[in-house]
């Protein structure tokens, strides 16, 4: 290793990622799952677009915010696979200061993301549910498009100051970051500064949007089962609760491996780094890759539509 790498600097020109240290020798098989869960996260969610595209009985809030779940999946997870793949098959572990910036913005900004289009999602529920006959008046085409833009702008909000801070700092001892991607608190242990109000603001923010949006969640089904319940026919309690199955399962598929990896990071401090790097890793890639599954084995029209396909290439 360079010079470069042990002096101290304040912007660094690159970053060294070293994928998952201590199984460098095992990246090629190693990057076998991963490279599957990413082909089929882009298959999967680049096929629920194209449905709900061509299908004009799909155009509504609920296949909307579907869209923008499997756009921010597909951005979360290109967002580090590529160049992941790339440390496990080419051994190309540089990455420019300013790409690992970007890579880190994207990532946790589309995380964010991600957990409050679950709760727009909740609401859509809530209010086809509850208020049926208002639903496409409450929830019209301009109101889903202020939804999804005020979602997306929480997360950059959110995120911004903590990428900004960080290339601000000066840098020392080491650009090498034992990680398979540039995450926050693996970049910013690198730094020569005092970093306790940057992890204060990081763990606020986690608090915030993975405490407050599962809140709102809860509060959503609460009423939503409130109203299922009041229904006098038990068969129209599964029909109508069976239009949230879908949700409250890419819900779990995402905040259960967020918890686990939480956990793990709190907890496995006698764990050995390659467990927890493997651990955040695959919890990026889970939600990716399942949701476009579980819309499409769930929801009628969506699995109508892919029979309907795969019928007529067979005929």
């Not at 095992?26 to 996260?41: K, N, Q």
């Not at 833009?149 to 903590?162: A, C, H, N, Q, T």
């Not at 090498?176 to 540039?182: A, D, E, G």
Request: charged share 10%; net charge positive.
């Amino acid at each position: 290793m360079s010079d470069s790498n042990t002096t101290d600097f304040t912007n660094p020109s690159t970053f060294i990622l070293q994928g998952i240290p201590g199984l460098e020798a095992a990246h090629v098989w190693i990057s076998i799952p991963f490279c599957t869960m990413y082909a089929i996260a882009i298959l999967g969610n680049l096929t629920i677009l194209f449905i709900v595209k061509m299908e004009k009985n799909l155009h509504g809030p609920m296949y909307y915010f579907l869209c923008m779940l499997a756009i921010t999946d597909l951005v979360l997870s290109t967002s580090i696979l590529p160049k992941m793949l790339s440390i496990f098959w080419f051994n190309s572990k540089e990455i420019n200061f300013s790409a690992c910036l970007t890579q880190m913005y994207f990532l946790h900004c589309f995380l964010v993301t991600e957990s409050g289009i679950f709760v727009a999602m909740a609401l859509d529920r809530y209010v086809a549910i509850c208020n049926p006959l208002r639903h496409s008046i409450i929830l019209r085409n301009s109101i889903v498009v202020k939804i999804g833009m005020g979602v997306l702008l929480r997360g950059s909000i959110l995120v911004l100051p903590s990428i900004l801070v960080a290339r601000q700092w000066p840098y020392c001892r080491t650009n090498i970051i034992p990680h398979s991607y540039c995450d926050h608190m693996a970049v910013v242990k690198l730094a020569r500064v005092e970093i306790h109000v940057s992890n204060y603001y990081s763990l606020s923010v986690v608090f915030y949007v993975f405490g407050l949006d599962p809140f709102f969640i809860a509060v959503s089904y609460t009423q939503i089962l409130r109203a299922i319940f009041s229904l006098p026919i038990k068969d129209a309690w599964l029909k109508t609760f069976g239009t949230c199955i879908s949700h409250l399962c890419a819900i779990l598929v995402f905040y259960i491996p967020c918890l686990f990896s939480a956990l793990t990071y709190l907890y496995g401090k006698n764990m050995a780094p390659r467990f927890h790097i493997i651990t955040a890793s695959i919890y990026l890639l889970i939600p990716p890759m399942l949701n476009p599954i579980i819309y499409g084995v769930r929801t009628k029209q969506i699995r109508d539509r892919l029979l309907w396909f795969f019928t007529l290439k067979g005929t």
